[in-house]
């Protein structure tokens, strides 16, 4: 069994429908606080009573004013016609018909279509809809085998397929009729709830109850101590297994056990093996985080679960540190095949930790959600593209704008810079440098192509390839009109500093006293200021500043002060130059701040 799609309208913050599919394997849901992932859970969780309208202007038009309209939710959930027959539990099935509009319903007909159906164990669809307390399930297996029934209509008359199984040597028995047996029906999706298990930081599972008398774990996961009393007593073997899968997630913790203590079964975690014989070190689960608990479930149900579960994971990251989190998904993804994984995140760690066969990228505008979602063929694409750029899908998740900069030292001065100069939109970008010296250096990619690029990748891929603001680019030896002819053709995605380079903005010689004494070299200002003249050949500082070689002018300053004891090393020294400006003497940095303010389209004069 798997879940095959869901579908929200009308629902906390979904107003209208919004459906999502899924594949078995990992489904990633992405998206920041409030926009609703959660809520998907509470549908895929199969509550059909679930009833909270949205509320927005778009419901609510006037104050004070109410909604009549009723919260729908579907889930569409695919198994087979044995594991179906298994839940039911009984030597008979009803199997709902339809026949054809405006002919005569043929008995053998069907038959044999149920008959096939149960000789190739065939896939059987069952859509349960909810609006208000109502549920209604439509099963689908052909276009004549389905039909539909609610459960709060039991007596519903309708045509049917009774299949009885007189033996297991025989054929089973087919009888078409038109009975009332709405309410059999329209309870088979409530069968498959107790297969969708659900994990968060707040659901615990228990550290300690009764005799259950059953090793298949509660979807509530309460009985957790005795199943693992069951499983360390019935299958040793595969309690080793699952030991050592806990400690690859808690290396701290070797070995779990769940002895009875007066006829209750309580779980504890040991720091070693039993085989050190040191019981008194044990650590009972009620004592340790949320995490654990929830880890020892999760394995538990992939290690002893014969058959296909929905397992959903609600923001692992919650309580689960990031390697954990890494080791963890990684034993699912291994281990866990038959099932399927429904995973919540804020962050995109998880888009490198495992193979998602869908992800689904949850926005809220403030009035309601859309859900954006991509397959794994087209995501996979979209990643390799991405790399082509020297991109991670990590740089790029819940970032709003790209700003492409010149080099290594531009992308690690450039957050600080944009805080300082460009507050109102720094924490929303994510700052990309051109020349990667894995990647761009190699092919010689130039900026033009990486524009196209960029843009293309940025249309067809939107819910998570924001837009690029621009690549900004020293000034080298292009003259201004020049730059104003590139910056015109590229319709203003390439743009330019207003000097050579960034540190022509950084030949500032307190700034770079500092640098020297954080490096052992006891300089003044004075030696500093005269050495950059020299260089430089000016007369005094600032001087025509525009056009010089800062980089070559702090090489040599470095160097003739420290009598060539120290270089100057961009990605240490430009990060350290920038920051004590920002502290010390930010108007030096004013140029700087009105050329970024240019490049995002700010008011310059802030």
Known sequence: MYIESISIENYKSFCE???????????????????????????????????????????????????????????????????????????????????????PLDHSEIANRVLQLIKNDGEIKIASKASGNVETVEVIADHLIRGRASRQNPHSQQWVALVQFISKESLPRIDINNVGVGGVIGGYAQLFK???????????????????????????AASLPYCINHLHTNDSHGHAFLCDWINRVFPSVKWVQAPPNGGNFNIKCLPSLPSARRDDLAIPMAHMGAGIGNVIAMLYVVLTSREPQVIAIDEPNSFLHPK?????????????????????????????????????????????????????????????????????????????????????????????????????????TSVLRVEDTNTFSKKKMPPEEIVKIYERLSTSSAAFVPPMVCILLDAEARTKEKREEIEEASQGKLRFLDRRMLENHLLHPKAITEVLKELGQPIEPEDVQAALCKHLELAALPGNLIEVDGAAALKAVFSGLSDATQEFRKTRDVPTIVNWLIENDPDHLIPLRQCLRKSFGLQVSV
Request: one cysteine or more; proline letters at 5%; charged letters at 20%.
């Open 17 to 103: 429908r919004q459906t999502l599919q899924f594949e078995p394997g990992f489904n990633l849901l992405l998206g920041a606080n409030n926009a609703g992932k959660t809520t998907v859970l509470d549908v895929i969780d199969l509550n059909y009573n679930l009833n909270e309208p949205h509320r927005s202007e778009i419901t609510i038009p006037e104050f004070g004013g109410l909604t009549t309209q009723m919260s729908e939710t579907e889930v569409t959930l695919v198994t087979r016609f044995s594991e179906l027959r298994k839940l039911i539990g009984s030597t008979q099935i009803y199997l709902p018909v339809t026949p054809f509009p405006n002919t």
């Open 324 to 428: 954990a989190l890494r080791e963890l998904l990684s034993i699912l993804e291994v281990e866990g095949k038959q099932h399927q994984f429904i995973l919540t995140a804020h962050s995109a760690d998880v888009l490198t930790a495992v193979n998602a066969k869908t992800i689904s990228l949850l926005d809220f505008d403030g009035v309601a959600t859309a859900v954006k979602q991509v397959g794994s063929k087209d995501f996979h694409a979209l990643r390799g593209s991405l790399a082509d750029l020297g991109i991670r899908m990590t740089d790029l998740h819940a970032k709003d704008r790209v700003f492409w900069v010149e080099g290594q030292s531009e992308e690690l001065v450039m957050p600080a810079l944009l805080r300082w100069a460009c507050p109102e939109v720094a924490a929303g």
């Open 194 to 220: 107790p297969k969708i298990y659900r994990f968060n930081a707040l659901r615990r599972p228990g550290h300690q109850c009764g005799s259950q008398g059953s090793a298949v774990l509660d979807r509530e």
